[in-house]
């Protein structure tokens, strides 16, 4: 009886396994909305699943309760400003402002990703889970980098470009930029957006020949070690 209560108040007490497969398909389902679809909506869609986003790894995080909600009002009324001020009401500085936001929020959210994939006792498919989220967030948060580049400087971000530039372009630039592809259609025109284009390359490739290398090596020695 000791010892079945001991291993009850053990599970009681363990800590919920991490889960990051929801968080890859809202950051799936993101990506897809903005990329065939161009009407407004689409803007307030995309902060709205960020946020939620936002709200999974700080569930993840097992943070005290009282600092996990102040984080928490904090995430929605920011994106809520961002939504009804910025993007609506703002014109091109506000959407500029909103695109910054967006993009500090995924780079905490990507922060706070690998610090608990890197922190996890073992490499399970959540941890690989958890590593291509946060592939995707770097590519959605450089999108929204290049976005509030070209809003904030008068409609200046590719070279012979269009005007009327979408979030679609932005995302697609950014994810042929992270991933080295480069097919040349669109490039950035001044210094500056060049530099933080090649920023995102490094990045990239950092991150996939270490963190996801390492972790996908881990899962199949672990795997491997089972049998």
Known sequence: MPDAAARLGQ?????????YGILLVILTASYLL??????KWIADTQI??????????IR???????YARLVIGAGFLG???????GVHQGGDLGRGVASVWTAALLLLIAAAIVRQVLGLSEVTMQSIYGAISTYLIIGLMFAALYSATYYLHNHMFFAHGRPGHSTSDFQYFSFTTLTTLGYGDFTAAASGSRAIAMLEAMTGQIFLATLVAKL????????????
């Not at 709205?48 to 790894?57: K, P, Q, R, S, W």
């Not at 996908?216 to 049998?227: K, N, P, T, Y």
């Open 34 to 39: 903005s990329a065939l679809f161009t009407t």
């Open 79 to 85: 994106s809520l400003l961002v939504i009804l001020v």
């Open 216 to 227: 996908v090596a881990s899962f199949r020695s672990s795997s491997q070690g089972d049998r």
């Open 60 to 66: 993840n995080a097992r943070l005290r309760r009282r």
């Open 48 to 57: 709205v699943l960020f946020t939620a986003a936002g709200l999974i790894a």
């Open 11 to 19: 599970s009681a007490g363990a800590p919920t396994p991490r889960r």
